[in-house]
């Protein structure tokens, strides 16, 4: 009978220690942090942000790459503001980034695309800013781009996205 209340205790220790055991994980689990949004990871790799009375549009990469960006555009009183930030990593020597602003669809009676600029490095990322007294609202799609040609002819595509 000893042997018997001798295992029968130890099962009953061993099901207390399980269940503690059970019980603190399940309660320290940590919920997995939420995910920034690309305006929120923009913000703090320029230290900066964005005004609210603009339109963004959030660039995402499609070279399968790690980069990410936003872009602003506003037009008022016969000035165009576009501005894009980007996450990007250092381009290869004699290569640098480009913006576009794009209009309709490849293939569509109405596409058109405008370079916006060289980007520069700026806190940290790469800035472009463009100023006109033509109105390009009907450009919704940003393209940036790699180049190594400056020839106003768009190369590889790294960040994509559009304001609607």
Not at 53 to 80: H, N, P, W
Not at 100 to 122: D, H, P
């Amino acid at each position: 009978m000893r042997t018997r209340d001798i295992v029968i205790g130890l099962i009953i220790l061993a099901v207390i220690a399980g269940a503690i055991v059970w019980i603190r994980r399940t309660r320290t689990q940590e919920e997995p942090l939420p995910t920034p949004s690309i305006e929120e990871k923009i913000e703090k790799t320029f230290n900066l942000e964005i005004p609210d009375d603009v339109e963004r549009a959030d660039l995402r990469d499609v070279s399968g790459g790690t980069g990410s960006g936003i872009a602003t555009r506003k037009y008022q009183g016969g000035t165009f503001t576009h501005a894009v930030l980007a996450d990007l990593p250092d381009p290869a020597a004699g290569y640098f980034y480009e913006g576009w602003l794009v209009r309709g669809k490849e293939g569509e009676a109405n596409f058109a695309f405008i370079s916006t600029g060289r980007m520069r490095v700026a806190k940290g990322g790469y800035l472009l800013e463009f100023n006109s007294s033509t109105d390009y609202s009907p450009y919704s799609g940003v393209v940036v781009t790699l180049e190594r040609v400056d020839d106003r002819k768009p190369e590889t595509h790294i960040l994509e996205g559009s304001f609607q």
